[in-house]
T-cell receptor
């Protein structure tokens, strides 16, 4: 069964706090992507993992952002010292590379 | 890098009419073009995709056309129904760029009964 679980679904945090999101593919997939989607826009690419290797990072991913995929299965995305501009939906996707990229339900982050 | 432009940004159609959304891309290396439908508060879901070796693909009421020379592709929805109301995104990717998707800005489609 193809699916991606993301946790939490919603996160409200105060500016300056650190937050961590988790992405759990239901089945094994080599390719894992993180995207960010702000209101009224399409998803924007953040970073890509092939197994446990992080092979590309977007310029959108400032030094405050870090992502890991330690065992090539689940992945985490951490944002340090959050800013109001970080408020967005963070989407994880598996597959891709010329086939369907299957998106999780996303984590909606609100920085107050 | 790749740049995808999508038009129109909003589209209102009467139920039963057709809807057409157009996208252009800039990177000639792009070879995979999916279309996603996103309902409010939900994840983007793939509705149809096309690869660069194909000019047209149909799936029931949905079709996509690709013109590689002009670098544009279009989504056609026929016999629209109220449940087709959503935001539609086009995207492009190439195997040269790890398959990451570059999305258009989206089209809000409203189908009125």
């Amino acid at each position: 069964d193809t699916g991606v679980s993301q946790d939490p679904r919603h996160k409200i945090t105060k500016r300056g706090q650190n937050v961590t999101f988790r992405c759990d593919p239901i089945s094994e997939h080599n390719r894992l992507y993180w995207y960010r989607q702000t209101l009224g826009q399409g998803p924007e690419f953040l970073t890509y993992f092939q197994n446990e290797a992080q092979l590309e990072k977007s310029r959108l991913l400032s030094d405050r952002f870090s992502a890991e995929r330690p065992k090539g299965s689940f992945s985490t995305l951490e944002i340090q010292r959050t800013e109001q501009g970080d408020s967005a939906m963070y989407l994880c996707a598996i597959g891709g590379g010329g086939t369907e990229a299957f998106f999780g339900q996303g984590t909606r982050l609100t920085v107050v | 890098g790749e740049n995808v432009e999508q038009h129109p940004s909003t589209l209102s159609v009467q139920e039963g009419d057709s809807a057409v959304i157009k996208c252009t891309y800039s990177d000639s290396a792009s070879n995979y073009f999916p279309w996603y439908k996103q309902e409010l508060g939900k994840r983007p879901q793939l509705i149809i995709d096309i690869r660069s070796n194909v000019g047209e693909k149909k799936d029931q009421r949905i079709a996509v056309t690709l013109n590689k020379t002009a670098k544009h592709f279009s989504l056609h929805i026929t016999e629209t129904q109220p449940e087709d109301s959503a935001v539609y995104f086009c995207a492009a990717s190439s195997t040269d760029s790890w398959g990451k998707l570059q999305f258009g800005a989206g089209t809000q489609v409203v189908v009125t009964p």
